[in-house]
């Protein structure tokens, strides 16, 4: 099969890897109301209990993948997690949620780095950028799928058979991947001595001994922290401070986050090309501009209080908001020896999830409980808003990541 045809595979199942974990964002509320569960609670169980588990079991996964045939790592984490997300539809209590989440994050832990070492196996460095943006947007089109099913099908016949619906096509999606997808050749070639030292010990001094890539995975750990935080908690925003339905915020999310944001991230990989040529520097400064644009309008859209321009905001916002995920990747993988890259992207995405999935979602849940909770059905929001300045440091991380490139 074509090298184009194995992406559009891989990008389906980046695709079905954030519907399975975005679907819980758009239903929480539902969850909320019938368990009785806190913000807290929720924040929890879309986050820390997710994330923990997701990140441990990316590295040992990644230390396979370094070796072993990365697709079929990819297929049989697919049938994981999708089985999993179909089966947090029988869950009882909040007993039961967190183990169905703990269960969805071990699986997703097999999806990412495997299938960012096979792209960047099948594409040359000038064409990585484009091609991992190209992966990335499966990621807003799994969001759009998310916010759609959890809002449409949650609405009319509950967020139980949301979970069932979002769980079945992955199941699908591995068997295909399995049996029409060839393993990429790769330099699988480890300098002498390497062989008998840890690949994780070795990598991450790798990863540290560089500044650039000290600063790039400060970068993505806090700008990690506000992308799922946001995720997490705008549906339930959107619901209890600027009065949609169910369905009506999983319909505007999927179109804004989902195809907005799907188009900012494509569109942005081929600018970075396109600008690198000239200036390499620009091949992970585009992360720089889109996060510090994305702001003011995210700002917006917390803290206007009418509909309308609120709901503008988020569409300008959610065009930059997914700029970072492919230069950063493509950043590392042009300064890592070929047989290290699995284990520095889990390396990364385990900084990226314990970081901000464990701390974002649960934080913004705690701050609308406790400091905020004076605020009524906008505490949400202005804790939405507070943890902005943590992107902004992100996005100085990325500046001086970006000064390392020559």
Not at 380 to 391: D, E, K, M, P, T
Request: glycine share 12%.
């Amino acid at each position: 099969m074509s090298k184009g045809y194995t992406l559009s595979l891989l990008t389906a199942v980046f695709a079905i890897n954030q519907l399975d974990r975005q679907i819980l964002g758009i239903t929480l509320e539902a969850i909320g109301q019938e368990f009785d569960l806190s913000d807290t609670k929720l924040g929890i169980l879309s986050g820390l209990a997710f994330a923990v588990v997701f990140g441990a079991f990316g590295l040992p996964i990644a230390r396979l993948a370094a070796r072993g045939n990365r697709r079929n790592i990819i297929s049989l984490s697919l049938i994981a997690w999708s089985g999993l997300t179909a089966a947090t539809a029988g869950a009882q209590n909040f007993t039961h949620l967190a183990l169905a989440r703990i269960g969805v994050g071990i699986g997703e832990a097999g999806g990412v780095a495997p299938a960012h070492s096979m792209i960047t196996d099948l594409y040359p460095p000038e064409k990585r950028t484009s091609a991992m943006a190209t992966f990335v947007s499966g990621g807003n089109i799994g969001i759009l799928l998310a916010f759609l099913i959890g809002g449409i099908v949650g609405q009319e016949f509950g967020w139980r058979w949301a979970f069932v619906v979002a769980g079945v096509p992955g199941i699908l999606l591995a068997f295909l991947l399995r049996f029409t997808v060839r393993e990429p050749e790769r330099d699988i070639s480890v300098k002498a001595g390497e062989q008998n030292r840890s690949l994780f010990i070795a990598t991450s001094r790798a990863i540290f001994d560089d500044p650039g890539l000290r600063c790039a995975l400060f970068a993505i750990s806090l700008t990690g922290v506000v992308t799922f935080g946001a995720l997490a908690w705008t549906p339930t925003f959107a619901i209890r401070a600027l009065g949609l339905s169910q369905a009506q915020a999983g319909i505007f999310l999927a179109l804004s986050v989902g195809i907005g944001g799907g188009l900012g991230t494509w569109f942005s990989g081929r600018v970075a090309d396109r600008l690198g040529t000239s200036d390499p520097r620009w091949r992970l400064g585009i992360a720089v501009a889109g996060l510090l644009a994305a702001k003011p309008f995210i700002l917006g859209f917390l803290l206007l209080e009418s509909r309308p321009p609120a709901l503008g905001c988020l569409v300008v916002a959610t065009l930059f908001a997914g700029i970072f995920w492919a230069p950063t990747f493509v950043f590392l993988h042009s300064r890592i020896p070929s047989h290290m890259r699995p284990m520095a992207t889990a390396i990364f995405i385990f900084a990226f999830n314990l970081v901000g999935v464990g701390m974002g979602p649960t934080v913004v849940g705690l701050a609308s409980d406790t400091i905020f909770s004076g605020f009524g059905s906008r505490s949400l929001g202005v804790s939405l808003a507070v943890i902005q300045a943590v992107g902004v440091a992100g996005a100085w991380f990325y500046w001086k990541a970006m000064r390392t490139i020559s």
